[in-house]
């Protein structure tokens, strides 16, 4: 059996498999530089050198794409593998450095405001970063942290380090947009580690 080809603006590409990568690739860079609203999937079909109708096969929808595009190797995996790495006494200062790290990194950095952008951008965007928040971060950190109110736990956490992340990185709020990455862990670390393992109060 012969393999389905595609032929566009980037020449020719390998069957349906490579197909589906090249156009979530050129998804991933639409949705990073561009955002959610005004990416589109004539867009995103001529950066990946195919028809538009070909996308629509593939993802059915910009939704469809969105999601994808925020599942296929998510830049938050390495939250995941750290949670896994070490004891959970020091999981605070690891997780906000590494969180920090992510951010600052070019290609990791802009997923991930694309992710943050892309919340807002629309209720069914903001749906899937949410899912998307709760199985690939929240879900793992849960299962990592093993207390009691786990999820809770994971959920401040969360909340906390996005909220940090969106005035720092987003809106580059002073003086916090310029403190130093150490200094910000040294802040962050015992804050995130009370959410983790510190008493929450009453139920």
């Known amino acids: ?14 069957g349906v498999s490579g197909t ?3 156009i979530l690739a050129a998804a991933q860079r639409s949705f990073a530089e561009h955002g959610y609203l005004a990416t589109t999937i004539r867009g995103v079909a001529s950066a990946a050198g195919v028809d538009p109708a070909l996308v629509l096969q593939f993802f059915g929808s910009k ?6 595009a925020l599942r ?17 006494d020091h999981l605070g200062e690891r997780l906000v450095r ?43 950190l849960a299962r990592a942290i093993g207390t009691d109110r ?14 940090v992340a969106t005035a720092r990185y987003v809106l580059k709020v002073e003086p916090l947009a310029s403190l130093e990455r150490e200094a910000l862990v040294a802040i962050l670390a015992p804050l ?8 929450l109060g009453r139920p």
């Open 20 to 22: 589906r990568e090249a």
């Open 1 to 14: 059996m012969t393999e389905t080809r595609e032929k566009g603006a980037g020449g020719r590409r390998p």
């Open 192 to 199: 995130v580690r009370h959410h983790l393992t510190g008493d």
């Open 150 to 163: 786990a999820e809770l736990r994971a959920n401040l956490t969360g909340a906390h380090l996005l909220g």
């Open 63 to 68: 939704d469809g794409l969105f999601d994808a």
């Open 72 to 88: 296929a190797d998510p830049p938050t995996r390495p939250l995941t593998a750290l949670v896994r790495d070490g004891d959970v």
């Open 98 to 140: 590494r969180y920090l790290e992510l951010w600052e990194a070019p290609d990791t950095g802009a997923r991930l405001l694309a992710i943050v952008r892309g919340a807002s951008a629309s209720p069914s965007a903001s749906a899937m970063v949410a899912s998307f928040m709760t199985d690939e971060v929240m879900l793992p």
